[in-house]
């Protein structure tokens, strides 16, 4: 049974920090590319950060470069996003994604709320 759960979200101030974590199960987690997306009440789901299989290369939105890093542990088949310098325009619900192929897993999400 394949799964994603997404962990460590919650209310935090402004300036504040959050490290979500995504444990997956049920596939080969290191031969998967992982990513962060969030989506916010009536907007269109974004993508956030995406990190290779070995963790070699990472991207970032520009909205979130030199907050926010994407790491993985592919030992312990999870996926990470520590949030920095959090803003109240970083509330959402955030999502993580593991695809390889046509094969695509996703979480049930964790919600993030920035607020003082």
């Known amino acids: 049974q394949v799964q994603l759960v997404e962990s460590g979200g919650g209310l935090v101030q402004p300036g504040g920090s959050l490290r979500l974590s995504c444990a997956a199960s049920?596939?080969?987690?290191?031969?998967?590319?992982m990513r962060w997306y969030r989506q916010a009440p009536g907007k269109e789901r974004e993508l956030v950060a995406g990190?290779?299989?070995?963790?070699?290369?990472?991207t970032y939105a520009d909205s979130v470069k030199g907050r926010f890093t994407i790491s993985r542990d592919n030992a312990k088949n999870s996926a990470y996003l520590q949030m920095n310098g959090l803003k109240p325009e970083d509330t959402s619900v955030y999502y993580c994604?593991?695809?390889?192929?046509?094969?695509?897993?996703w979480g049930q999400g964790t919600q993030v709320t920035v607020s003082s």
């Open positions: 994604r593991a695809f390889s192929g046509f094969r695509d897993y």
């Open positions: 990190i290779s299989i070995t963790g070699g290369t990472t």
């Open positions: 049920g596939f080969t987690f290191s031969t998967y590319t």
